[in-house]
């Protein structure tokens, strides 16, 4: 019968790990800008006519997706640095409990 997986902490304890996604994030937040930055530079000087919505709707998507996609990233590196990772049960272990 299977069991069922075990309640995690309600508080990741390592504060190291949270420091390291906090200084990730920063510096992906400056990435994210330089991002924005840069793909307004390639409209502009590509000839694209630049109305207030494209460049709203093109700082908020690039931005947006910078740190989504490096925020998922950062959020496996905090689990891994926390031991939340070792904690899980391998289904398919065969060693004996």
């Known amino acids: 019968m299977p069991r069922p997986d075990p309640v995690p902490d309600t508080r990741i304890a390592n504060p190291r790990a949270w420091a390291r996604f906090r200084a990730i994030m920063r510096w992906m937040t400056l990435l994210g800008i330089a991002c924005v930055i840069g793909a307004l530079a390639y409209l502009y000087e590509g000839g694209t006519p630049m109305t207030t919505t494209i460049v709203i709707a093109t700082a ?8 989504v996609g490096t925020g ?6 905090l689990s891994h640095g926390s031991g939340h990772d070792e904690k899980v049960d391998d289904p398919f272990d065969e060693r004996p409990r």
Do not use: Q
Not at 72 to 77: D, G
């Open 60 to 67: 908020l998507g690039v931005f947006l997706t910078v740190l």
């Open 72 to 77: 998922l990233m950062s959020l496996i590196f």
